[in-house]
């Protein structure tokens, strides 16, 4: 198993709090990972008909069954076993107890905020970071990384490997429209198919609902709850506009990524490295391969994520600007392997009207380099992000 930065935080947070609940999107190593920090836990999936039947009908016998230190998986399934466990948990007076995991935001989250608030610590875990898979020795070219991705099941070598691409075909029509069916009530898959191949052709760019219902031949609300239905299941992830304190009308309409950006590639059909790059879409695929792992960097130090993007309506544009405290760090991503210092214009631009600015960045395909013009410029793959 390839090591998660994750992991000794999730520890320790274990010792702090009674319940830890892990959440991401589907097949991001959230079981694997509990399985393995939790090994004396008792295990129960809760996607399995029988044993959601009894946690649904006789939550406390199932919780006599199952005594802590105990893991449930996919509990979103199951959102009314959370008051069970508050009371279980205030009556033990004690951490340690329960480790939760979950792939839907608003199902698991809603319930938690209502009958868990202040009994569990919130994790989020993404699928495996560009800095754990080459600490584990694996490493790979630009077009690599984005055409494979970084689902677990890819780097499983206690199991065949599968082919990525066939990996991401299952993993759309197992997962993404199964739970797209269940949440949204859909009546005509092939629709909601269209749907999304268009929205990785938009990847990196901001979205316009009624573009693309035009293209697709439903309402603007439908586009927008499909999105969010996306969002809430951890396929997409929605970067925000930053808009205060500049005294003047900025773009408000966000953009959109795959929180997979190897589900990106597929849905574009592209199928090998050549087609990788020579995509039109290469530099907007490789800033999202670069977004998602700021991302995956903020959640597993257990920060608030804290990005945004920036964009005036003079044309000036940051790709990613991350809060610390009071400062921002504005960051450019390019997908050119060989650097020139036109790649920090914007960020010089930026810098003489935004206060509390720090450490401008540009990340980009080649290696790092020192420090030029008060400009850093780093490898996608370094540490860049904190």
């Known amino acids: 198993m390839i090591e998660r ?85 205030d009556d033990a007076e004690r951490n340690q107890m329960y480790l939760l995991t979950g792939s839907h935001q608003p199902a698991l989250l809603g319930a938690v905020s209502q009958s868990l608030a202040g009994r569990t610590a919130l994790v989020d875990l993404y699928p495996l970071s560009i800095p754990e898979l080459k600490r584990s020795g694996l490493t790979k070219s630009r077009d690599g990384w984005m055409l494979e991705g ?10 065949g490997i599968p082919q990525f691409g066939q990996l991401y075909r299952d993993y759309f029509r197992t997962y993404v429209e ?24 938009r990847v990196g760019q901001e979205v316009n609902a009624l573009d693309l219902a035009g293209s697709v031949g439903v309402s603007a609300p439908t586009i ?63 800033e999202n391969m670069v977004v998602m792992e700021a991302v995956k960097a903020r959640c597993n130090a257990a920060e608030d994520i804290n990005l945004h993007f920036y964009r005036a309506p003079d044309g000036l544009e940051i790709d990613l600007l991350q809060e610390n405290a009071q400062h921002l760090r504005p960051i450019e991503i390019k ?21 509390n600015v720090e450490r401008p960045t540009v990340v980009y395909a080649g290696r790092s380099v020192p420090s030029k013009t008060g400009i850093s410029a780093y490898s996608f793959e370094d540490d860049w992000i904190s």
């Not at 097949?27 to 939790?38: D, E, H, V, W, Y």
């Not at 970084?150 to 199991?159: G, H, K």
């Not at 930053?242 to 997979?260: D, Q």
């Open 224 to 286: 927008r709850s499909w999105i969010t239905l996306l969002e809430a299941s951890f396929i997409v992830f929605i970067l925000r506009p930053y808009y205060r304190n500049f005294g003047k009308r900025l773009v408000k309409a966000p953009k959109i990524y795959f929180t997979e950006p190897g589900l990106a590639a597929w849905l574009l059909g592209i199928r090998t490295e050549e087609q990788m790059s020579t995509h039109p879409l290469v530099g907007n695929l490789f």
């Open 178 to 201: 199964r739970d797209v069916r269940q949440l949204a009530n859909l009546r005509d898959a092939g629709l909601f198919e269209t749907f999304i191949k268009l929205l990785a052709g």
């Open 335 to 355: 997908s050119a392997q060989t650097y020139h210092p036109d790649m920090g214009r914007n960020l010089l631009r930026f810098t003489r009207f935004a206060e």
């Open 5 to 89: 930065i994750v992991a000794p935080k999730i520890k320790s947070l274990w010792t702090q709090y009674p319940i830890v609940t892990l959440t991401g999107p589907r097949q991001s190593g959230k079981t694997t990972l509990a399985r393995t920090l939790f090994p004396d836990a008792d295990y129960v999936n809760l996607e399995a008909p029988d044993v959601l039947h009894e946690a649904v009908h006789d939550a406390r016998a199932f919780l006599a069954r199952h005594p802590a230190p105990a893991i449930f998986d996919e509990v979103q399934r199951c959102p009314e076993l959370l008051s069970y466990l508050q009371v279980a948990v």
């Open 150 to 159: 970084f689902l677990p099941r890819l780097y499983d070598t206690r199991r």
